[in-house]
Nanobody, 122 residues
Framework: VQLQASGGGLVQAGVPLRLSCAVS????????MGWFRQAPGKEREFICA????????VYANFVKGRFTISRDNAKNTAYLQMNSLKPEDTAVYYC????????????????WGQGTEVTVSS
């Protein structure tokens, strides 16, 4: 299973950005998809995740109301819509996949994308 994250870049605070995670090599619809991020000098942290059938996503408190995770099983792609971006959202963003229910723990995810860098200027 290969994951390819894309869509990062340099944006001003408040400008929306959408990240994509394209999955290949396996049946995408069977996987829970998650997004994580790692800011400079900090540990990687959970952002959100969504089950294979959509369902109710789980979000970290710090992104509730600003970020939205979604998936298109027909396109083998997961998305992270980020609104109201802040400079503290600057990080490398990773998508990940696991075969099972939603987990907040990065150790529970089996497959990872290479990361896409997001820089938010004030």
């Amino acid at each position: 299973v290969q994951l390819q994250a894309s869509g990062g870049g340099l944006v001003q605070a408040g400008v929306p950005l959408r990240l994509s995670c394209a999955v290949s090599g396996s049946t995408f619809s069977g996987y829970t998809m998650g997004w994580f991020r790692q800011a400079p000098g900090k540990e990687r942290e959970f952002i959100c995740a969504i089950r294979w059938n959509g369902g109710t996503p789980v979000y970290a408190n710090f992104v509730k109301g600003r970020f939205t995770i979604s998936r298109d099983n027909a396109k083998n792609t997961a998305y992270l819509q980020m609104n109201s971006l802040k400079p503290e959202d600057t990080a490398v963003y990773y998508c990940a996949a696991r075969f099972g229910s939603i987990s907040l723990l990065e150790s529970q995810y089996d497959y990872w994308g290479q990361g896409t860098e997001v820089t938010v200027s004030s």
